[in-house]
């Protein structure tokens, strides 16, 4: 019923799909993109915005009394007193102090340091 040729290509076939060394080079060559896509978006996103937080985490626990500082709001105000429990007593004029969250706080101008100084 079946030449002998035909056994002949079938156990040819077998022996080719049997080699495993093949399998896992192609399995590292597919993940291969995924890894390289990873360290990219690592150090072109991750990395400098872990930077960024601790760079701002560092201005905000450095707010003295006496530091000009802008809030998130865009007042431009000096500090009078730090609070240990996370709010700024800000002055915005003579007679007009306010409470602040110290995380409003976005920027930092350090005492007697001039406006067009930071303008960029």
């Given at each position: 019923m079946?030449?002998?040729g035909f056994?002949?290509f079938?156990s040819?076939?077998f022996?080719?799909?049997?080699?495993?060394?093949?399998?896992?080079?192609?399995?590292?060559?597919?993940?291969?993109?995924?890894v390289?896509?990873?360290?990219?978006?690592?150090?072109?996103?991750?990395?400098?915005?872990?930077?960024?937080?601790?760079?701002?985490?560092?201005m905000?626990?450095?707010?003295?009394?006496?530091?000009?500082?802008?809030?998130?709001?865009?007042?431009?105000?000096r500090?009078?007193?730090?609070?240990d429990?996370?709010?700024?007593?800000?002055?915005?004029?003579e007679?007009?102090r306010v409470r602040?969250l110290?995380?409003?706080v976005t920027?930092?101008r350090?005492k007697g340091?001039?406006a067009?100084?930071?303008?960029?």
């Amino acid at each position: 019923m079946f030449s002998k040729g035909f056994f002949m290509f079938v156990s040819e076939a077998f022996a080719q799909t049997a080699a495993p060394a093949a399998g896992s080079t192609d399995m590292l060559i597919s993940i291969a993109p995924f890894v390289v896509v990873f360290a990219i978006m690592y150090f072109l996103i991750i990395r400098p915005q872990r930077r960024q937080l601790k760079s701002r985490e560092d201005m905000l626990k450095n707010i003295r009394r006496g530091d000009t500082v802008v809030t998130g709001g865009g007042i431009i105000a000096r500090v009078t007193k730090v609070m240990d429990n996370g709010e700024l007593e800000v002055q915005i004029s003579e007679q007009v102090r306010v409470r602040v969250l110290q995380s409003m706080v976005t920027e930092v101008r350090v005492k007697g340091e001039p406006a067009a100084a930071n303008a960029k």
